[in-house]
T-cell receptor, first 111, second 111 residues
Framework: EADIYQTPRYLVIGTGKKITLECSQTMGHDKMYWYQQDPGMELHLIHY???????EKGDLSSESTVSRIRTEHFPLTLESARPSHTSQYLC??????????FGEGSRLTVL | DQQVKQNSPSLSVQEGRISILNCDYT??????FLWYKKYPAEGPTFLISISSIKDKNEDGRFTVFLNKSAKHLSLHIVPSQPGDSAVYFCAASVEGDDMRFGAGTRLTVKP
C-alpha cells in the first residue's frame, strides 16, 4: 500500500499569494516527482528529484520551485500565484525501478 | 511533443463485456509500460505493467498486450464491472525514468 500524502487537497487563493503544496512519503523512495494535470489532458512532469539535494525541472515550464532537504519531503512552492496556475498537482514517488505511487492530489484554484 | 497517445477520450461498455483501451507511443526507446486507473478527486493508482521483453502480462481480469513493431499497447478488462468506471492512463518509460503519460481514456461500465 502506498504511503504518500499531499496537503492541502483543495486550495482557493487570490492572485499574487505565495503557496506551498506539501508532499510526504514514508516508503523511503529516493525518486519523487510533481506532475500537473488539467482535465482531459496528460500528466505533465514539472519537477523531479532523485534524492536529497537533487532537484530538476521537467518538460513543462513551470514558475514553481521545489526543494528536497529530506528524503521523505518534497514541497512545491509558487511565489506569486496567477489564474494560469489553476490546475491539479500530483506528487509521486518511486523505487529505483518500478511504478510511481501517487498522492491524492492538490487541486489549486487561483482567482 | 506527445510521445504517448490515447486517441479515445472515452469508452462505454456493458457490464460483463470486454473493455479494450488502446495506447500508441512514438519513442522506440521505451521499455517499460504501465496502466494507471484514476477515480475523480484521487491520484492515479497503478494497475498493471509490462516490460518490452514480453508481449503479454495478465493479472486477474486485466491483461496488457504489447506490440513493439506497431508501438501499440492495449489493456483488456474481462469481464468489465461498474466499479471499473474510471479514467485509465497509459504510461511509458525508459528503464523506469522519464515516465510519459497519455491523456487518459474515461471508461464507463453500464450495469
Amino acid at each position: 500500500e502506498a504511503d504518500i500524502y499531499q496537503t492541502p487537497r483543495y486550495l482557493v487563493i487570490g492572485t499574487g499569494k505565495k503557496i506551498t503544496l506539501e508532499c510526504s512519503q514514508t516508503m523511503g523512495h529516493d525518486k519523487m516527482y510533481w506532475y500537473q494535470q488539467d482535465p482531459g489532458m496528460e500528466l505533465h512532469l514539472i519537477h523531479y528529484s532523485y534524492g536529497v539535494n537533487s532537484t530538476e525541472k521537467g518538460d513543462l515550464s513551470s514558475e514553481s520551485t521545489v526543494s528536497r532537504i529530506r528524503t521523505e519531503h518534497f514541497p512545491l512552492t509558487l511565489e506569486s500565484a496567477r489564474p494560469s496556475h489553476t490546475s491539479q498537482y500530483l506528487c509521486a514517488s518511486s523505487p529505483v525501478l518500478g511504478e510511481l505511487f501517487f498522492g491524492e492530489g492538490s487541486r489549486l484554484t487561483v482567482l | 511533443d506527445q510521445q504517448v497517445k490515447q486517441n479515445s477520450p472515452s469508452l462505454s461498455v456493458q457490464e460483463g463485456r470486454i473493455s479494450i483501451l488502446n495506447c500508441d507511443y512514438t519513442n522506440s526507446m521505451f521499455d517499460y509500460f504501465l496502466w494507471y486507473k484514476k477515480y475523480p478527486a484521487e491520484g492515479p493508482t497503478f494497475l498493471i505493467s509490462i516490460s518490452s521483453i514480453k508481449d503479454k502480462n495478465e493479472d486477474g481480469r486485466f491483461t496488457v498486450f504489447l506490440n513493439k513493431s506497431a508501438k501499440h499497447l492495449s489493456l483488456h478488462i474481462v469481464p468489465s464491472q461498474p466499479g471499473d468506471s474510471a479514467v485509465y492512463f497509459c504510461a511509458a518509460s525508459v528503464e523506469g525514468d522519464d515516465m510519459r503519460f497519455g491523456a487518459g481514456t474515461r471508461l464507463t461500465v453500464k450495469p
